[in-house]
């Protein structure tokens, strides 16, 4: 049987175009997806967001679901939850 602690996602190191990596707790990553999502056209998300009916709930979505985001041409949005050791 799989440890449950595998599936906790407290951390992330967020990877975004042109900035350094950033560590940011689950909050912080949900915040930060939310403000992505809203300067993006609805059409242009993909289908599964599209299908949404909140910004909050497609930034759940796509961290209980997805590691990255198409947010344009030569543009990144990767995160990746980690383990901090004490």
């Known amino acids: 049987m799989p440890d449950s602690l595998m599936y906790q996602q407290e951390n992330f190191v ?3 175009t042109n900035a ?3 560590i940011l707790t689950a909050d912080e ?3 930060k ?3 992505v999502l809203e300067k993006i056209n609805n059409q242009d998300l993909p289908i599964d967001l599209q ?4 910004v909050d709930t497609q930034a759940q979505y796509l961290i209980d679901t997805s590691c ?3 947010i344009g041409p030569g543009k990144y949005l ?3 939850a980690i383990r901090l050791e004490k």
């Open 29 to 31: 990553l949900l915040y």
């Open 14 to 16: 967020l990877l975004e």
């Open 78 to 80: 990767q995160w990746y």
């Open 20 to 22: 350094p990596e950033q």
């Open 51 to 54: 299908n949404l009916d909140s």
């Open 68 to 70: 990255e985001l198409d």
């Open 33 to 35: 997806l939310k403000i």
